[in-house]
């Protein structure tokens, strides 16, 4: 398979129009390709990164990237997939994020062949006669056919005019910088398009569409998101990143070496064949391909000491090495009594039942979780506890009431410990 070839169809959900594409390629002449980001969020995660290795693809090829910050759409908010107006930004809290973002875009994509451009460098000195010029464009019909669109008004949501003019700024966006090709997940596919349909409106040569596929989370069921609490970031420690990489179910091994790594086309099909005999083991697979990721974006060395990490800590069933100590100093603990703990850190107290002999102690354990802080609140202790993800000196926890230690291990999910120092007084 040639290298274009490759770079066409590898991972690609749709192309519109490839074959005027194939020409502009052919012609040999750069190309600029649009990507467009709103700050949001301040996180890059392996969902975006499937789009962001098609770019740096492109850029070796001799291509430059036109990166937009979109300052003033985030404000707004892409509603794409939303069912529900969603809430606007501070300009503030857009420029945080887009400075975490630029960050780690540059993870995966050159620098140098990349030219940032912000949408306040036009729409800044947008005038109203301005807005009403780029909406006598379009008709409301036309911008409500959009499917999240559509849906929300059938079921009688909301639908805010601030959200109709989302697709028509992201579109004036091409115009501005003369996009050749846009780039996006299918979920921007009506937005893409109306920005084709402007240039073309305007007297420019229409952009082609690049539409990567949605990478679906870790659990396999809905697409990568941080609101889904899903995914992996390309910021996260190699060990964290490692270890949800193992999480994944089994049938998504294929699509993210597909998507994420520059596994040949040859190995992609021996993989399937061996997965689908049943002649390999899906975690031989696994760690692979979490070796691939860690080193895409830390080092080789990195990648073997996550492995080893994952190796001595999850298939041993050991407790890694560094532990988080969390001191908890037990007050008027004298046996046989109550006595009440206090966790130095942060000043949160919970109720014990002391054991006599050995400093032990019975307590509620979503009290503990919650006064250490390896969970964000006691709620979603009770919920880790109900769905039987807590464990404490290895045994898992089946009831609230759990006997504690001086040196006490809690483990929560796969990749969270805690252990407890005791310190007595009175």
Not at 12 to 40: H, M, N, T, W
Not at 79 to 97: A, F, K, Y
Not at 159 to 174: G, H, M, N, R
Not at 211 to 216: E, G, Q, R, S, T
Request: net charge negative; with cysteine; hydrophobic share 40%.
């Amino acid at each position: 398979m040639s290298d274009l070839h490759r770079l066409l169809h590898r991972g690609v959900a749709e192309i519109i129009v490839e074959e005027e594409l194939d020409r502009l390629l052919e012609d040999g002449e750069p190309l600029r390709l649009k990507q467009g980001f709103d700050p949001s969020r301040s996180d890059i995660h392996l969902g975006h990164v499937v789009g962001l290795r098609k770019l740096r693809q492109f850029q070796e090829m001799g291509h430059k990237v036109i990166l937009i910050v979109g300052d003033w759409t985030a404000q707004i908010g892409d509603p794409s997939g939303q069912s529900n107006t969603r809430t606007m930004l501070s300009h503030q809290e857009v420029l945080e994020n887009a400075d975490t973002y630029m960050k780690q875009f540059f993870k995966v994509v050159d620098k140098e062949r990349t030219e940032v451009r912000w949408q306040s460098e036009w729409f800044q000195e947008f005038k109203l006669e301005d807005v009403v010029a780029l909406t006598r464009r379009f008709t409301v019909a036309q911008l409500t056919a959009r499917e999240d669109f559509a849906r929300r008004l059938e079921t009688g949501r909301p639908v805010a005019v601030t959200e109709l003019l989302y697709p028509l700024l992201q579109a004036y966006d091409s115009v501005m910088i003369q996009a050749d090709v846009e780039f996006g997940g299918t979920d921007q596919k009506f937005n893409c398009l109306v920005g084709r349909e402007l240039q073309r409106m305007m007297g420019q040569r229409p952009q082609q569409v690049f539409l990567m596929p949605i990478l679906p989370g870790t659990d396999g069921k809905q697409k990568m998101s941080k609101s889904l609490d899903n995914y992996i970031g390309v910021d996260e420690p190699p060990t964290d990143m490692f270890g949800k990489v193992m999480s994944i179910p089994d049938d998504l091994i294929l699509p993210y070496f597909e998507l994420l790594t520059d596994v040949s086309d040859k190995e992609l099909k021996e993989k399937a064949e061996a997965m689908a005999s049943g002649g390999v083991n899906p975690m031989e697979f696994k760690m692979r391909l979490g070796e691939e990721l860690v080193i895409q974006f830390y080092t080789p060395a990195a990648a073997r000491g996550a492995r080893d990490d994952f190796t001595h800590v999850f298939q041993r069933r050991n407790v890694p090495e560094g532990v988080p100590k969390v001191e908890v100093r037990l007050k008027y603990a004298i046996p046989g009594m109550k006595a009440e703990a206090v966790v130095t850190a942060s000043g949160k107290r919970y109720q014990v039942d002391m054991e006599e002999g050995n400093r032990g102690y019975t307590a509620d354990v979503s009290d503990v979780l919650d006064a250490t802080g390896i969970v964000q609140s006691k709620s979603e202790a009770k919920r880790l506890l109900s769905q039987g993800a807590v464990e404490v000196d290895g045994q898992k926890v089946t009831d609230r009431g759990m006997a504690f230690r001086d040196g006490s291990v809690i483990k929560v999910g796969k990749q969270r410990f805690v252990k407890l120092v005791q310190r007595q007084e009175g």
